[in-house]
């Protein structure tokens, strides 16, 4: 089953227990993992979902209403946050290189 169906009327008859946003959308939390990493999630909690609207290889949405814990999804939004500092960091390194 495809549970990246979101339109309104899909989503409301299959799945009315989910929080919405103010237009009615299903809202997901999307953080950014090493690809091995990601594909293990997916395959241990049917609440992680590949990226929505994101490169499906790095990129994985979580439904933070759903059944990953709470100490998983703090520890998976750090260790998003550490990959794109440190992409962030090896970008400004390589423009101050190009300036010089």
Do not use: C
């Amino acid at each position: 089953m495809d549970r990246r169906i979101f339109n309104e009327k899909s989503w409301s008859n299959k799945r009315p227990s989910k929080r919405l946003d103010k237009e009615n959308k299903p809202y997901y939390i999307t953080v950014k993992l090493k690809p091995f990493d990601g594909d293990f999630l997916r395959a241990q909690y049917k609440d992680i979902v590949p990226g929505y609207y994101m490169n499906k290889t790095h990129w994985n949405s979580i439904e933070p209403d759903g059944e990953v814990p709470d100490d998983l999804l703090k520890d998976l939004l750090d260790q998003s946050y550490q990959l794109i500092k440190e992409m962030l960091r090896k970008k400004a390194n390589f423009i101050e290189r190009l300036s010089t």
